[in-house]
């Protein structure tokens, strides 16, 4: 089975801290993906990567960085976290058309 | 205009019920999901389609890629189905996902 960790599920982090949000998948997959979920809004990408050290800007990069040093983990990096970035993060993996997702982390910036 | 469309966005049925959850989009796709969210907030993915229909267990889906319209259906819904169910469609790079059904099965 193919599987994506995400390395916390809940995180509280105060305004104007550095957060580091990792993904690591055992799959060999080339695409690796972030996703926030809000309300209302549904699943959002942020940002996308489809090689090591390749990122490309999803729908709302605004406030987040990435970092794609190995193929298996993807970093999502809020370089100062704020208030509206409080949400569920999801990662997810894919090869080709298949994705396949992380358990979440529920991220409260307070 | 959302590019995935679900509908409805809340559902509240009875055991035993026959549920459809219904699914249009307005892009050209290489392929839809349809995604099941429990409580807690991971996501599995219960089918992948391109054409046709696919059954697993009493999960049903189906699309219609003319009409641009994929439709999921339970049969025999148990409490356990209580999920949000969410269709994804896949682009060029990227999936554009709904915004989700809220399923609540009653005992």
């Known amino acids: 089975d193919v599987k994506v960790t995400q390395s916390s599920r809940y995180l509280v982090k105060r305004t104007g801290e550095k957060v580091f949000l990792e993904c690591v998948q055992d799959m060999d997959h080339e695409n690796m993906f972030w996703y926030r979920q809000d309300p209302g809004l549904g699943l959002r990408l942020i940002y996308f990567s489809y090689d090591v050290k390749m990122k490309e800007k999803g729908d709302i990069p605004e406030g987040y960085s990435v970092s794609r040093e190995k193929k298996e983990r993807f970093s999502l990096i809020l370089e100062s976290a704020s208030t509206n970035q409080t949400s569920m993060y999801l990662c997810?993996?894919?090869?080709?058309?298949?994705?396949?997702f992380g358990q979440g982390t529920r991220l409260t910036v307070v | 205009k959302n590019e995935v469309e679900q509908s409805p966005q809340n559902l509240t049925a009875q055991e035993g019920e026959f549920i459809t959850i219904n699914c249009s989009y307005s892009v050209g796709i290489s392929a839809l999901h349809w995604l099941q969210q429990h409580p807690g907030g991971g996501i599995v993915s219960l089918f992948m389609l391109s054409s046709g229909k696919k059954k697993h267990g009493r999960l049903i889906a189906t699309i219609n890629i003319q009409e641009k319209h994929s439709s999921l259906h339970i049969t025999a819904s148990h409490p356990r189905d209580s999920a949000v169910y969410i269709c994804a469609v896949r682009g060029t790079y990227k999936y554009i996902f709904g915004t989700g059904t809220r399923l609540k099965v009653l005992a």
């Open positions: 997810a993996s894919s090869l080709s058309v298949e994705a396949f």
